[in-house]
């Protein structure tokens, strides 16, 4: 069973555009939210992350919105650019479990075009 | 600083076969976690090890196994291998005394079982 939904599964914006990238999950213990991008040949790279006593946080063009009561989150990338073509993945972790274990999305391939 | 480094970066194996992973972690982490990660999927959890003994492990069977030595490096085995096992394999670790959530990532080792 997928802890954490994520969609849309590819997305294509142009540059300057703001691609939202949507995660949804049920485990009402998990209580650390962070988003990671990866590029082909390399591993995920942490990109920014949240808790959910806040209900946004901002790092530079990426900004993470937090519902707590909808049990959602979501990834902003303000004025995109072609060098953000990527996947993203969401993820959650339950600090009460092992240690951080992360519960990955899918995945959102992006394609910013130039 | 070093990251996370990973030894080798790509490997072919056939069906039966067994297969040993390497992982150094980053200076001043003693946590390092293994993930498993298909093509066009996330990454999911293999097992985690913390002060060389294993700290919680996902949904994989026993032929799964690693280890955790005193400079905190591990190593990930997988015997009797089957084709559902290629995939990348990611090691993270985590900060020593810190928050145990922010795991960084190495590149990957992709493992291709025919």
């Known amino acids: 069973q997928q802890q954490v939904k994520q969609s849309p599964q590819s997305l294509i914006v142009q540059k300057g555009g703001i691609p939202i990238i949507n995660c949804a999950y049920e485990n009402t213990a998990f209580d650390y939210f962070p988003w990671y991008q990866q590029f082909p040949g390399k591993g995920p790279a942490l990109l920014i992350a949240i808790r959910p006593d806040v209900s946004e946080k901002k790092e530079g063009r990426f900004t993470i919105s937090f519902n707590k009561s909808a049990k959602q989150f979501s990834l902003h990338i303000m004025d995109s650019q072609p060098g953000d073509s990527a996947t993203y993945f969401c993820a959650a972790s339950d600090r009460g479990s092992t240690l951080g274990r992360l519960y990955f999305g899918r995945g959102t391939q992006l394609t910013v075009w130039p | 600083e070093t990251g996370v480094t990973q030894s080798p970066t790509h490997l072919i194996k056939t069906r039966g076969q067994q297969v040993t992973l390497r992982c150094s972690s980053q200076?001043?982490?003693?946590?390092v976690s293994w993930y498993q990660q298909a093509l066009g999927q996330g990454p999911q959890f293999i097992f985690q090890?913390?002060?060389?003994?294993?700290?919680g492990r996902g949904n994989f069977p026993p032929r799964f196994s690693g280890l955790q030595f005193p400079n905190y490096s591990s190593e990930l085995n997988v015997n009797a291998l089957e084709l559902d096992d290629s995939a990348l394999y990611l090691c993270a670790s985590s900060p020593m005394a810190s928050s145990l959530e922010t795991q960084y990532f190495g590149p990957g080792t992709r493992l291709l079982v025919l």
């Open positions: 090890y913390y002060r060389e003994e294993e700290n």
């Open positions: 200076s001043g982490h003693n946590t």
